[in-house]
C-alpha cells in the first residue's frame, strides 16, 4: 500500500498531481472529503493522519490562476508553511463561506510525523465520487484534466 511505503520511506514533493497550486511543498488538509479525487484512483484508498508543524505560517489568498499566483513557486520567504482556505473545487477563497475546506503546505519532511493510516472502505464510495467528482490539477501546468473513476 502506498500509505504504508509514505510512512516508512518518508514524505516527498513529487508534485505528482500539479505543481502545486498554493506553492511547492507536501500538501494536507483537515477534511479529510477533500482528498476523495487525490485517492480515488487507488487500488486500496487511503489517508495518513498526521501530526504536522507549520511554524511560521503564510495565509495564501492569492488564485491558482491569478497574476500573483503561487503556483509551483517555493513558499513565502521568512514563511515554513502556507494555510489556504478553499471551496470544493480546490479554489482559493478570500473569507469563509458556509462550505470551505483547508490546505497546508509544509516545504520539510521534518514538519511531518505520520499518526495513523486509514484505509478507505468502496461500499459508499460510488456515491461519494459523485457528490466529490472535479478537476484536479494535471501535472503539466496549465492543463486540467478532468479526474475519473469508474466502478
Not at 498531481?17 to 476523495?36: A, Q
Not at 501530526?51 to 491558482?64: F, L
Request: with cysteine; charged share 20%.
Amino acid at each position: 500500500m502506498v500509505a504504508e511505503k509514505i510512512c516508512e520511506n518518508g514524505f516527498a514533493t513529487l508534485s505528482s498531481v500539479d505543481g502545486g497550486y498554493f506553492g511547492k511543498g507536501i500538501y494536507f488538509t483537515s477534511h479529510i472529503l477533500y482528498t476523495l479525487p487525490y485517492i480515488a484512483n487507488r487500488k486500496i484508498p487511503a489517508v495518513i493522519l498526521s501530526w504536522v508543524i507549520p511554524g511560521n505560517v503564510y495565509p495564501v489568498i492569492e488564485a491558482h490562476d491569478g497574476t500573483d499566483t503561487l503556483l509551483g513557486t517555493a513558499l513565502k520567504s521568512g514563511h515554513s508553511a502556507h494555510y489556504v482556505l478553499t471551496n470544493q473545487k480546490g479554489e482559493c477563497l478570500v473569507r469563509k463561506e458556509n462550505e470551505y475546506y483547508d490546505e497546508l503546505v509544509v516545504s520539510q519532511e521534518s514538519q511531518i510525523t505520520p499518526a495513523y493510516i486509514f484505509q478507505i472502505g468502496k461500499t459508499n464510495f460510488k456515491q461519494l465520487w459523485k457528490d466529490w467528482n472535479r478537476v484536479i490539477p494535471d501535472p503539466v501546468p496549465g492543463r486540467e484534466t478532468f479526474n475519473k473513476y469508474t466502478f
